[in-house]
């Protein structure tokens, strides 16, 4: 899991403007281009710089103040709005609809449009990029409706590996819940999280998706948050799953970067 950095600890620059919820590490890095960015009151033509916490660095003429504490969200995404930062066709964003009062948060994994659930949010790169990572065993868990009867054999080949298109998906974990009429709802597990998984994954099989939500995220549940509602997860939940202490509460700062595509399931 990602830790925080001790006070004399080296970090490259743009990841240090990043916990400082000034900008992604890759806008961070633009910044730098830009020559927006000074280190110690000289002007930075490059991101390949370390710094600590006794270096002083301004953005704009603007002295960036400390990093922040790790923090993460859960967040019930709707249907209808897109895991991305703009969105060429104009649709509305999970980052457009949050709190104002949030600060800068990135996605953990993501959902498509027409997907929704459990999505988490955090202020860290280091975690968001941790808790994306195959390696750390945490399933994705879905409730999913298909238009289709479902039979064991039928879905044998997602619970065995499937391929699509030249695209390898490692064994599903799968339960048939009950079938009503034309459709049926499944319980998936996956632990990649691939582009539209689950969806390219079941039209293999002749089944089509015609409602997908995520229910849980590794340990993190969606539990009974309403749709568009956000809960910071805090306490002996951070402590026990992320061996993190839940930092207290921040005033807003009112500036938020939007991150993320729309990939998942």
Known sequence: MATRMTQDA??????????AGVASRREAERMIGAG?????????????ITVTEMDRIEVDGTLVGEAEPMRVWRYHKPQGLVTTERDEKGRATVFDRLPMDMPRVMSVGRLDIASEGLLLLT??????????????????????????????????P????????????????????SQKGANAWLTVGIKEGKNRE???????VG?????????AYGPFQLGELVAGQVDEIRGKVMRDQLGKAAPAAKPARG??????????A
């Open 10 to 19: 080296p970090e490259r620059i743009a990841k240090r403007l990043s916990r």
């Open 36 to 48: 927006r960015v000074r280190l110690n009151g000289k002007l930075l033509d490059t991101p390949a």
């Open 123 to 156: 202020n860290d790169g280091g975690l968001k990029r941790q808790l994306e990572l195959p390696s750390t065993g945490w399933v994705r868990r879905y409730r999913v409706r298909v238009h289709g009867v479902v039979t064991d054999r039928m879905v044998e």
């Open 158 to 177: 997602l619970l065995n590996g499937i391929t699509v298109d030249g695209l390898h998906y490692q064994p599903m974990q799968l339960q048939i819940d």
């Open 198 to 204: 689950v969806r390219r994954a079941m039209e293999a």
């Open 207 to 215: 089944l089509t998706v015609n409602r997908l939500i995520r229910i």
């Open 255 to 264: 500036r938020r970067v939007k991150k993320g595509n729309d990939r998942d």
